[in-house]
DNA sequence: GAATTCCTTTGACATAGGTCAAATAGTGAG
DNA sequence: CTCACTATTTGACCTATGTCAAAGGAATTC
């Protein structure tokens, strides 16, 4: 998913404007496994993933990894409130496969919404539709067995459900892997 | 908490763009009990909370009322992705107590949004405030008891947690109300 | 202010999913 | 191809929270 295709989904654009905008993002390729962002750190950079895939996660008091979402090809990637509120970090960000990316300063991002009122209608939509996401997993989280979660799981995610390790998934979905596991067989 | 006020603190409008946005909102007193938005219409009406409270809530498969979210003082309530999209609403809205709401059309603020390029921007900033208070909700409802979510609720909605009935909050936190008792309790 | 309805508490019991531990299967580096 | 490491599966057992049922309390209505 091309990012100017994209951006031409959500906000009709002029060409000109498009072309001035995409000039703003700059092009990186990042090799699996890698971090983009530490728990702590202040999120620089809004990512825009061509190819490849992210996910965000956070330590829990235990030590381990809750992945918190993730990010597929033609999805904005980042740890939002970091990114828009230049606050530390509550999230890793980590590249799972290795991925084309966007990449976009924050300081970039502010001059584009304050030129162009389409820019931030996009922010506005973008925002929601991520609302909307957030919305449906936590009634997944909230009110279904584990088999549903992971019914959940299979239909927002259908291209990454089965490209990530099984923890990743388990984690994200609020249940041990020994309980996803055991559900994947029956 | 004042509509004009609140505005104001979002984003530095000046006084003329103050008073035409404001003059979109139109005063509403309602009734406790009041059911403002049901599941299946098109939500089509935001309103802002001056005083009172209210809560938006599904039916799930047995019929059980489950809360989703509670709306205190100074905010803006609504079926988000309802109104925004103008698609069926996914919940039911409903004041808890006597309220004043200052009420705006879709099609009214879509029009603001046109015409205010910081319209645009509050709207981004209302909704991705309203986004990282659910990614909140989401991690305290994903990995803690029942007694750290009943702690969250007491900390994300201070005001509303001792004047709703207990039922509401059991279901708007995940757990029964036997259990929500039980915790009150010890 | 009695009656009705709704809300909250309490108790006994059931169960989904967690925990811990060990076995098995995959995967990447050399 | 083999070793070392990581990820997944399986089993036995445990616990937090749910379910069902009934009894108290509060609050609204006439």
């Not at 390729?29 to 971090?35: I, R």
């Not at 509120?85 to 496969?97: C, F, G, R």
């Not at 291209?159 to 990743?168: E, K, M």
């Amino acid at each position: 998913m091309n990012i100017t295709d994209f951006l031409s989904t959500i906000v009709p654009f002029t060409d000109d404007e498009l072309k001035d905008i995409v000039s703003h993002f700059k092009k990186e390729t990042v090799l699996k496994n890698q971090t983009l962002v530490r728990q702590g750190e202040v999120c620089k950079t809004l990512y825009f993933v061509e190819k490849g895939m992210g996910r965000s996660y956070y330590l829990n008091e235990n030590g381990k990894e809750i992945t918190q979402w993730f990010f597929g090809v033609g999805k904005f990637m980042s740890s939002v409130d970091s990114f828009f509120q230049q606050t530390p970090s509550l999230y890793y960000l980590e590249v799972l496969e290795d991925a084309t990316l966007y990449c976009m300063s924050k300081s970039d991002i502010d001059q584009l919404f304050a030129k162009y009122h389409k820019m931030e209608t996009m922010g506005r939509l973008v925002t929601t539709e991520m609302l909307t996401k957030m919305v449906n997993k936590l009634n997944a989280i909230q009110f279904q067995t584990a088999r549903e979660r992971y019914d959940y799981m299979l239909a927002e995610f259908p291209d990454i459900a089965y490209r990530v390790p099984l923890g990743h998934i388990a984690s994200y979905l609020g249940m041990t892997q020994e309980t996803l596991s055991r559900i994947r067989k029956g």
